[in-house]
C-alpha cells in the first residue's frame, strides 16, 4: 500500500492545480500572467496592453497584423486624419532686367533662376538640332526611332555621328517581344547595315561594357546590332548565325541576306517598356546612310509545343540617318534660359517669360543656354 500511495502521488504531482505555477513577480503562468514591468503588474498580454511589448502604436500594431498576440492601447484605434496638403503658389515671375550692356553667351541666373546684370563667360552651349525620324506609316507592328548619341554631330569622333536605331511596339496587337533580326535573300528580304565605325575592342552585338567605354571612352561610339541588349552582353543572351562581321567598317556595308542576330531564348523578353534598341553605328557625317532591318517576335499567346505559327513579323523596316542639322531660331521645348542673340530670356514650355532689356548694338546667332535637367539634344 505504500508503494502504491508513492506512486499514486508522483503522478498526481505531474498535473498541477491552476494556479500552482508562479513565476519571480508571483505571476500565475497558467493562468495566462506574465509580469509588465512598465505597470508593475501582472497582465495578460493580449488583455491589457503591455509597454514592454512595443514602442509606439504603429509598432504594436504591425505586430498585431504580423500574428503576435498582443493588446494595445485603445488610442492606438484612433485613426489620425493627414492635414490638409499645402496649396501650390506658383513662384513669382522674373522681373525684366534693365542694363546696358552685351552679353555673347547671355546673362547670369541667380539663385532664383531669374537674369541679373552680370554676363555669362561660360561659351559651353549645346547647339539646338533638329534631328529627322523615320515615319511610323506603313508598318503593322513596329514603329522606327533614331537617336542622336553625339551632340549634333559634335563630342564624338571627329567626322563621324553616331546613331542609336530602335524598335518601339505598337500597342493592342498581341506583341511578346522581339527575338530576330532576319535576312533572307530567297524572298528579297536583305538586311543591309551601312559602313561604320568599328573599335579594336569593340563587340559586334549586345553593346559595349560600361567599364570598357570609362577605361576606353572611344568604345562609347563603337558599332553594334543587338536586341535590347546594350551592356555588352555579359550574360550571353544573344547569339547570330549566318553574319560575317569581318569586312564590316567605316568603308565597307554589311549586307545579311542568309543570317540572323537571335535571343538565345525566343521566349525571353529583354526589355522592360516597349522600345527595343536594335543598334548603335557611327557613320561618317553627312553621308546619311539608310539601313533596312526584318524583325520577327512571339505572340502574347504562344505556348510551347502550341500548334500554328505563334509569331509575328515585319518586314523592309527602314531607317535613314541623316545628321542633324543646326536650328535657326527655334526654342527647344525643355530650354529654360534662351539668348535670342541680344538678350536673356526665361522660357517655359518653349514659350519666352522675362527677359533682359538692353540696347544692342550688334547680335549673334540665337540659342539655348540651359536646358531643363541639363538634357540637351
Not at 195 to 207: E, K, L
Not at 239 to 246: E, K, P, Q
Not at 271 to 299: D, R
Request: glycine share 8%.
Amino acid at each position: 500500500m505504500l508503494l502504491q500511495g508513492f506512486i499514486l502521488s508522483n503522478i498526481f504531482s505531474q498535473f498541477l492545480l491552476p494556479g500552482s505555477q508562479v513565476d519571480d513577480h508571483n505571476c500565475v503562468m497558467d493562468g495566462g500572467y506574465t509580469w509588465c514591468e512598465s505597470s508593475n503588474s501582472c497582465v495578460r498580454a493580449w488583455e491589457t496592453p503591455c509597454e514592454d511589448n512595443f514602442n509606439n502604436c504603429g509598432d504594436c500594431l504591425d505586430r498585431q497584423k504580423s500574428g503576435e498576440n498582443i493588446a494595445c492601447p485603445s488610442n492606438c484605434d484612433i485613426r489620425v486624419i493627414d492635414p490638409m496638403p499645402p496649396i501650390a503658389v506658383d513662384p513669382m515671375p522674373c522681373p525684366d532686367v534693365m542694363c546696358m550692356m552685351y552679353c555673347p553667351n547671355g546673362n547670369k541666373i541667380d539663385e532664383n533662376g531669374c537674369n541679373i546684370c552680370e554676363c555669362n563667360f561660360d561659351e559651353t552651349t549645346v547647339p539646338d538640332c533638329e534631328l529627322v525620324q523615320p515615319s511610323c506609316d506603313g508598318y503593322n507592328y513596329v514603329c522606327p526611332k533614331v537617336t542622336e548619341i553625339t551632340s549634333c554631330n559634335e563630342n564624338g569622333i571627329d567626322g563621324y555621328t553616331t546613331f542609336q536605331v530602335s524598335l518601339i511596339t505598337k500597342k493592342n496587337k498581341n506583341i511578346k517581344n522581339i527575338y530576330a533580326l532576319f535576312g533572307d535573300d530567297q524572298t528579297d528580304r536583305n538586311m543591309l547595315i551601312p559602313p561604320s565605325y568599328q573599335g579594336s575592342r569593340g563587340q559586334n552585338i549586345g553593346g559595349v561594357q560600361s567599364y570598357l567605354s570609362e577605361i576606353i571612352p572611344i568604345l562609347r561610339y563603337d558599332s553594334w546590332l543587338t536586341i535590347g541588349v546594350t551592356d555588352g552582353d555579359t550574360n550571353n543572351r544573344l547569339s547570330t548565325i549566318g553574319i560575317d562581321f569581318a569586312d564590316w567598317d567605316e568603308n565597307t556595308a554589311l549586307e545579311i541576306g542568309n543570317g540572323a542576330l537571335f535571343v538565345m531564348d525566343p521566349e525571353e523578353d529583354l526589355v522592360l517598356g516597349n522600345e527595343y534598341v536594335v543598334g548603335q553605328f557611327t557613320v561618317l557625317t553627312g553621308s546619311n546612310p539608310e539601313i533596312i532591318l526584318n524583325v520577327q517576335g512571339k505572340t502574347l499567346d504562344y505556348e510551347i509545343n502550341s500548334i500554328g505559327d505563334k509569331s509575328w513579323t515585319e518586314e523592309n523596316i527602314r531607317f535613314n540617318l541623316i545628321s542633324p542639322r543646326i536650328s535657326e531660331g527655334t526654342i527647344p521645348h525643355n530650354c529654360e534660359s534662351w539668348y535670342d542673340g541680344c538678350n536673356t530670356c526665361q522660357v517655359t514650355s518653349g514659350i519666352l517669360g522675362g527677359c533682359t532689356r538692353m540696347m544692342c548694338f550688334q547680335t549673334d546667332n540665337p540659342r539655348c543656354l540651359r536646358y531643363i535637367n541639363n538634357v540637351g539634344h
